[in-house]
């Protein structure tokens, strides 16, 4: 069974590097979309990007100047950093294995998620 | 990017009864492969989202067939035939045929 753990700091402080870990437990991570998607306190959704392919990735344009997702096979974890933070960042940080089923995109599983807080 | 919007914000329903969650896209969802590209989420209180519906109308494995989606172009509608107390949360549509990827604002669903 694929299970996925986000593990960080859960307060940063503005204008800092917001970086956080997803392990993945169950299966390997050298396949599939690995995914953050986040949800500032009491909003909606927010897709932040994906890696794909070992290497290729893709990411909000809203968010792409300051955002890397990156993989670690050797630990399989896949990992991200936000540069730049601010009170804006604030927000419910998932991890998610995006898998293709023909030519659709589904996440599943998600990680529990971890509440990061940006403030001095 | 495609912008998604649900309708109503809310809903409450009595146990037993059906509910109906709208989901409006700013451009067809419709790809040029034939496939449209709208899926259904439910967040439960304190848990992460999970997977109910792809392709506007394919339920994911082990969700109950009580669970049914509908639609085409940039309307699209998930419905509940007898809404259960397991059912409450928020249910958000998402698209994947473009980038970025985009959710609608959600619908709370909750029991009378």
């Known amino acids: 069974q694929v299970q996925l753990q986000e593990s960080g700091p859960g307060l940063v402080k503005p204008s800092e590097t917001l970086s956080l870990t997803c392990t993945v437990s169950g299966y390997s991570i050298n396949s599939y979309y690995w995914t953050w998607i986040r949800q500032p306190p009491g909003k909606g959704l927010e897709w932040i990007g994906y890696?794909?392919?070992?290497?290729?990735?893709n990411y909000n344009p809203s968010l792409e100047s300051r955002v890397t997702v990156s993989v670690d096979t050797s630990k399989n974890q896949f990992s991200l950093k936000l540069t730049s933070v601010t009170a804006a960042d604030t927000a419910v940080y998932y991890c998610?294995?995006?898998?293709?089923?023909?030519?659709?995109?589904?996440?599943?599983?998600w990680g529990q998620g971890t509440l990061v807080t940006v403030s001095s | 990017e495609i912008v998604m919007s649900q309708t109503p914000l809310s809903l409450s329903v009595t146990p037993g009864q059906p509910a109906s969650i709208s989901c409006k896209s700013s451009q067809s969802l419709l790809h040029s492969d034939g496939k449209t590209y709208l899926y259904w989420y439910l967040q439960k209180a304190g848990q992460p989202p999970q997977l109910l519906i792809y392709e506007v109308s394919n339920r994911f494995s082990g969700v109950p067939d009580r669970f049914s989606g509908s639609g085409s172009g940039t309307h699209f509608t998930l419905k509940i035939s007898r809404v259960e107390a397991e059912d409450v949360g928020v249910y958000y549509c998402?698209?994947?045929?473009?980038?970025?990827?985009?959710f609608g604002g959600g619908t709370k669903v909750e029991i009378k």
């Open positions: 998402m698209q994947s045929i473009q980038l970025p990827l985009t």
């Open positions: 890696m794909y392919n070992s290497g290729s990735t």
């Open positions: 998610a294995r995006g898998f293709r089923y023909f030519d659709w995109l589904l996440f599943d599983p």
